[in-house]
């Protein structure tokens, strides 16, 4: 069935250090894949996303890659700050579905300054 | 503001009873999608609804329904309350409904089942 498989589920960095949150999907078809952060009692936000036909990109500190033939893509944050504390989730849509996200767990983040 | 508004933001009702969850979508939007997040869960997909229709269902159980109006708002019905219904409902809006571009969520609402 449509699965999204998030590791690791809590993650703690030194403030200045990379992190990188990695996802699997499990249906081939898939063709769009977001990053949200969501903090403490607020509502997901978009940070960057990446389509099926592109391998990797970048926004500032933050990057996505995307390996299509293994079915993975992850999340890399450079040069981390405090305020990147947050959980963050990757999604993917499904062939099969009309365009609605399926999200991974979740990865709560902490950065220690 | 996302410009996706939720009310109201939060909830508290007693088991067995019955509440409405609205959401307004962003202007312009025409899917709106029902989500629900436990504590320490992730965002578990409900339902989705393209300009009054509904175009896929989730996990979303039988005491649950949902509906999209005419002027695009959408409303999440909660039956027969129970303990575990406890949860922040989000509701998020797209433009279209093949792919999920420009999903942006709403502040959520915030239920307590007690």
């Known amino acids: 069935g449509e699965n999204v498989e998030q590791h690791p589920s809590t993650l703690s960095v030194q403030e200045g250090d990379s992190a990188v949150i990695k996802c699997t999907y499990s249906d081939s078809a898939s063709n769009y894949f977001p990053w949200y952060k969501q903090e403490l009692g607020k509502r997901p936000q978009l940070i960057i996303d990446?389509?099926?036909?592109?391998g990797e990109k970048k926004d500032q500190r933050i990057a996505v890659t995307l390996n299509k033939t293994a079915k993975h893509f992850s999340l890399h944050i450079t040069e981390t700050q405090p305020e990147d504390s947050a959980v963050y989730f990757c999604?993917?849509?499904?062939?099969?579905?009309?365009?609605?996200?399926?999200f991974g767990k979740g990865t709560k983040l902490s950065v220690k300054p | 503001d996302s410009g996706v508004t939720q009310t109201p933001k939060h909830l508290i009702t007693a088991t067995g009873q019955r509440v409405t969850l609205r959401c307004s979508p962003r202007?312009?939007?025409?899917?709106v999608y029902w989500y629900q997040q436990s504590l320490d869960q992730g965002l578990q997909f409900l339902i989705q609804?393209?300009?009054?229709?509904?175009?896929a269902k989730g996990n979303i159980l039988e005491r649950f329904s949902a509906q999209q109006f005419p002027d695009l708002h959408s409303e999440l019905n909660l039956s027969s309350l129970e303990l575990g219904d406890s949860a922040l409902y989000f509701c998020?809006?797209?433009?279209?409904?093949?792919?999920?571009?420009?999903?942006?969520f709403g502040s959520g609402t915030r239920l307590t089942v007690v």
């Open positions: 609804y393209y300009n009054g229709e509904e175009r």
């Open positions: 998020a809006s797209s433009v279209g409904f093949k792919g999920a571009y420009g999903y942006t």
């Open positions: 990446i389509r099926s036909n592109v």
């Open positions: 202007s312009g939007d025409l899917s």
């Open positions: 999604a993917a849509t499904f062939g099969g579905s009309q365009g609605n996200l399926i």
